[in-house]
């Protein structure tokens, strides 16, 4: 098996939590830390279903990412380029992850959100 090949099974093997993870936040499995008083049960909801969606979108990035990985580990300047979109992609997101808990916990707080 080539270096890449391995590389590409272990970038989907690190996918995997962050798919669990929103799974267990639709559920209602993962509860809000202490800070979220003022959150309503609806206000709750609809924030993990906001972080689940962006949870499901950081798993689809690295997944994306081990499929390139696994196609084009041998060709240089390619994998350079796929590591930029994907450094970008994950990086972009989980800002948006602690952009929403932070606008969520803001509502909550009776400020503007």
């Keep these: 098996m080539a270096p890449h090949h391995l590389a590409a099974i272990v970038f989907a093997l690190m996918a995997v939590p962050a ?14 830390s202490s800070g979220s008083g003022g959150m309503t049960v609806r206000d709750k909801a609809v924030l993990d279903n906001k972080l689940a969606r962006l949870l499901r979108m950081i798993g689809l990035a690295m997944l994306a990412t081990a499929l390139g990985l696994a196609l084009w580990g041998d060709q240089e300047r390619r994998l350079l380029v796929l590591i930029v979109v994907m450094f970008i992609a994950v990086n972009g997101l989980a800002a948006a992850c602690i952009f929403t808990v932070a606008s969520a916990k803001r509502r909550a707080r009776g400020g503007r959100g």
């Design 19 to 32: 798919f669990v993870s929103a799974r267990w936040l639709v559920q209602g499995r993962l509860p809000l």
